[in-house]
């Protein structure tokens, strides 16, 4: 049982930094702006809130120098995307590159050091409860932050007028547009509070999950995969959180099996929740090819269970809005 | 509200969208803004509405002018467009496209304003779906809804009977009537249908190649109104036999086939067509037509059924083979699903007539344009081009020796004129035996240029007649599922 509700604990923790970036991305997205240079800027805030945190001795201020290059990197992106109007793909990928050789060329002076890390905050009342209190009792702060800003998002995607109008940017900017709604604002907006979040993320890993620096640090590819859980997670809080723990999971579950399976080799555990996420992927996104529709037809009770999972992005991710071109 | 156009100009380029217009609207009456395509109606519309601004001149509004103006200012002084294609949120719920930049309310006085709104003009809609699943009518009355609930004091209608059934129009127009007269609403009512204007203007504005060449009260004469949209007097269409030759055999036999579309299904269609036929589908959007004609394209899976083209079972078959068996289908969202937006008209024939092609199908692009009368140079991108000239390119492009052609709304958004000369050229081709089958929301086109009509109603097919027998009025009572089918 207590096996059990430490596995949950520990998923939870190293899901933390995943659901951050996720959200971030999500909430971007939804504002029709992609954001590819997750990976990097991950990267780059961990060093950065590691760094700031050892010189400062306090890791709260490091926690807020990695907002900060979240909220740089994506000030470089809003430029040049929504604001001037260039590819965003092409700015967001060598965001990317730079990011992660920035953040390795500038953080070699603090490289496995040993510094300051988050506390672990316990909570009265429910540290001692049975089950529950080893799970969320004593977590990190980010693990708290990052399951209050799920909900908190959720709530303000869906049921506020401006999470209406974050929605109704991403889907067509020109209705928007014409209903008064400020959509360029918006847009830069919602790609500097997303990358706070990318940045929360680099954070939550070099302060609390994976406390340190170094190369490699071992936030490698998790911007990567939070750009896939978006999808995976149709733009939806909840369900984003619920893939970036999915990831997470199946982390665990490698290392756990990894020690009931000795005679194969640890390399294989280590990247088996790639495969199987886009395996995932393939899964959600099945329901619009011919023989699936074949099978839905002859098994109606199949299309309906897997109509919930049907997901459609933001009709104009991507796409470039000026107001002064008229279509 | 009184609203004053002075000298208004509007040049994209050294296109003269607009020249020189000055024009009074008053509060209370509804007009008519009549002229062909590209007249520059929506251009004039689009400025009052504050999408555009103009090149030169000024708008007054109750005698003041406005300044840095845009869609949300416009609405502010209270003028509300609703658009040709409905400019919403096809993603979103009903209520939320309402509410979307409206008045602040919460949720509940969303929902409860939108319901006291749709029961006043006796619209159904239910806020929870999603807009994208409405019918275009739906949407517009939505929109309409919005308008009069931010308080639009005129209202500017872009083409609002496109796509609508009979009913709905005839309700949209009782709701216009009844906000001119009751609440002392300009209602503008942008067409190139006279039938429309005579029925529900007490004033009519046309304009020609950018200019305003007459504003007259009714009682209208349309051969007047005729002459002042085109200038010269239009030939009359030219009379098409009805009966169709019946001694050759059916090429393309339908059995019982069931077509799965995105939203819904189409089940039990058989029919037959024969070399040089014209079908026309009549029925609301939604009901049928375009699954149809998709199914014929090898677009839309057959999930039961049988589709022979010339004795051999095509059903399950890839779009490439339907289309190098001689099938072709030009689909009613012509620049985004039928042409290459941003290449030109010179690398359109290029790509449809490839040189190394044994110069069988040759076909030079000067010829082409010549041909069709496309009105255009070989340069232009086709994102440029007026709907008409879109449809001329694309029947441009059909190689000569086809089979079956499929035409989803082949005339929408034409003018007359250019209706015509795509008429005559698909008449040209069934001559050469092509068969042809069309869907049209215009009754009066499928009774003038078909054979035979197939309606739809209800997601069915529910008859299939010639078109000698049956009248405009019987096809209108059977799509509104009115009367017995046959």
């Known amino acids: 049982m207590d096996f059990l509700a430490l596995t949950i604990a520990g998923i939870l923790s190293a899901g933390a930094p995943l659901v951050l970036a996720t959200l971030g991305e999500t909430l971007t997205e939804r504002a029709g702006v992609i954001n590819l240079s997750l990976d990097g800027t991950v990267l780059l805030a961990a060093?950065?809130?590691?760094?700031?945190?050892?010189?400062?001795?306090?890791?709260?201020?490091g926690l807020v120098g990695s907002v900060g290059v979240g909220v740089a990197t994506a000030s470089i992106l809003a430029l040049v995307g929504p604001v001037l109007g260039r590819?965003?793909?092409?700015?967001?990928?060598?965001?990317?590159?730079?990011?992660?050789?920035?953040?390795?060329?500038?953080?070699?002076p603090y490289a496995r050091k040993f510094g300051p890390e988050l506390p672990v905050w316990s909570i009265p009342g429910i540290r001692n409860l049975p089950f529950i209190g080893p799970i969320i009792g004593y977590q990190s702060p980010v693990v708290y932050l990052s399951l209050a800003l799920t909900f908190f998002f959720w709530w303000w995607l869906f049921s506020?007028?401006?999470?209406?109008?974050?929605?109704?940017?991403?889907?067509?900017?020109?209705?928007?547009?014409?209903?008064?709604?400020?959509v360029q604002r918006l847009r830069i907006?919602?790609?500097?509070?997303?990358?706070?979040?990318?940045?929360?993320?680099?954070?939550?890993?070099?302060?609390?999950?994976?406390?340190?620096?170094?190369?490699?640090?071992?936030?490698?590819?998790?911007?990567?995969?939070?750009?896939?859980?978006?999808?995976?997670?149709?733009?939806?809080?909840?369900?984003?959180?619920?893939?970036?723990?999915?990831?997470?999971?199946?982390?665990?579950?490698?290392?756990?099996?990894?020690?009931l399976f000795p005679g194969l080799p640890a390399v294989l555990f280590q990247v088996a929740p790639f495969p199987v996420m886009i395996l995932t992927l393939l899964l959600v996104n099945m329901g619009r090819t011919g023989w699936f529709k074949d099978l839905?037809?002859?098994?109606?009770?199949?299309?309906?269970w897997l109509i919930r999972w049907q997901v459609t992005a933001p009709a104009a991710l991507g796409l470039d809005f000026r107001p002064e071109k008229e279509t | 509200m009184h609203v004053e156009f002075q000298d208004i100009h509007k040049y994209y380029g050294r296109v003269r969208a607009n020249e020189g217009i000055d024009l009074t609207l008053e509060p209370g009456r509804i007009y008519g803004l009549l002229g062909e395509n590209g007249a520059g109606k929506s251009t004039l519309m689009r400025m009052l509405a504050g999408h555009i601004e103009p090149t030169r001149g000024r708008i007054l509004f109750d005698g003041k002018p406005s300044r840095g103006f845009n869609p949300s200012r416009a609405l502010a002084l209270g003028v509300g467009m609703l658009y040709q294609d409905p400019l919403d949120f096809?993603?979103?719920?009903?209520?939320?496209?309402?509410?979307?930049?409206?008045?602040?309310?919460?949720?509940?006085?969303?929902?409860?304003?939108?319901?006291k709104l749709a029961d006043r003009f006796h619209f159904r809609l239910s806020p929870e779906e999603k807009v994208g699943e409405l019918t275009v009518g739906e949407r517009q009355q939505l929109e309409l809804l919005r308008l009069l609930d931010l308080g639009a004091k005129v209202l500017i209608l872009d083409e609002p009977t496109t796509g609508i059934s009979v009913k709905q129009k005839e309700m949209l127009f009782t709701t216009m009537r009844q906000l001119a007269r009751d609440k002392g609403r300009t209602i503008v009512f942008v067409t190139h249908k006279l039938a429309e204007v005579e029925e529900l203007c007490q004033e009519v504005i046309v304009l020609r190649r950018g200019k305003l060449t007459a504003k007259l009260p009714a009682p209208f004469r349309p051969d007047e109104l005729i002459k002042l949209m085109f200038g010269a007097k239009q030939e009359e269409p030219e009379e098409d036999q009805h009966r169709h030759n019946l001694v050759e055999e059916n090429f393309i036999q339908l059995e019982q086939v069931q077509l799965l579309g995105e939203k819904y299904t189409l089940r039990d269609v058989s029919l037959g067509i024969r070399p040089g036929e014209i079908l026309g589908l009549a029925g609301?959007?939604?009901?049928?037509q375009e699954l149809l004609l998709r199914g014929l394209a090898g677009l839309v899976r057959v999930m039961k059924g049988r589709l022979i083209f010339d004795g051999e079972e095509f059903q399950g078959r890839p779009y490439l083979e339907f289309r190098r068996s001689g099938i072709h289908f030009l689909p009613a969202a012509r620049l985004e699903h039928g042409l290459f937006p941003d290449l030109s008209l010179n690398e359109h024939f290029r790509l449809a007539f490839p040189p190394h092609n044994g110069g069988r199908h040759k076909l030079s692009p000067e010829e082409g344009m010549k041909a069709f009368s496309i009105q255009a140079k070989l340069s232009t991108s086709a994102r440029a081009l007026s709907g008409g000239n879109q449809q001329r390119l694309l029947l441009a492009l059909i190689p000569r020796q086809i089979r079956l052609l499929l035409l989803e709304h082949p005339t929408r958004g034409l003018d007359h004129g250019s209706g015509q000369q795509v008429w005559s050229h698909l008449r040209e081709r069934c001559r050469q035996s092509t068969a042809l089958v069309f869907s049209s929301a215009d009754l009066d086109e499928i009774k003038d240029n078909s054979h035979r009509v197939l309606i739809f109603y209800n997601r069915r097919l529910i008859a299939d007649r010639p078109t000698f027998s049956i009248s405009v009025e019987e096809m209108g009572r059977l799509m509104a599922g009115e009367g017995r089918a046959v």
Request: proline share 4%; net charge positive; hydrophobic share 45%.
């Open chain 1, 160 to 182: 506020t007028r401006s999470g209406l109008e974050l929605r109704a940017v991403g889907e067509e900017p020109w209705a928007a547009f014409a209903r008064g709604i400020k």
């Open chain 2, 284 to 288: 609301l959007e939604g009901n049928g």
């Open chain 1, 189 to 259: 907006v919602y790609t500097l509070i997303g990358g706070a979040l990318v940045g929360l993320a680099g954070g939550a890993f070099s302060l609390a999950v994976k406390p340190g620096w170094g190369r490699p640090q071992g936030a490698e590819g998790a911007g990567w995969i939070a750009l896939a859980i978006v999808i995976f997670g149709g733009w939806h809080p909840l369900r984003g959180a619920l893939g970036a723990y999915l990831f997470a999971t199946l982390q665990v579950l490698g290392i756990y099996l990894q020690e």
């Open chain 1, 296 to 304: 839905a037809f002859r098994y109606p009770g199949l299309k309906r």
């Open chain 1, 47 to 61: 060093m950065t809130g590691f760094a700031v945190a050892l010189i400062s001795g306090n890791p709260w201020w």
């Open chain 2, 90 to 115: 096809p993603a979103l719920k009903v209520w939320e496209n309402f509410r979307l930049g409206g008045t602040k309310r919460d949720r509940r006085d969303t929902l409860s304003r939108l319901q």
């Open chain 1, 87 to 108: 590819s965003q793909l092409a700015v967001g990928f060598i965001l990317t590159l730079f990011c992660r050789d920035l953040a390795y060329f500038l953080g070699h």
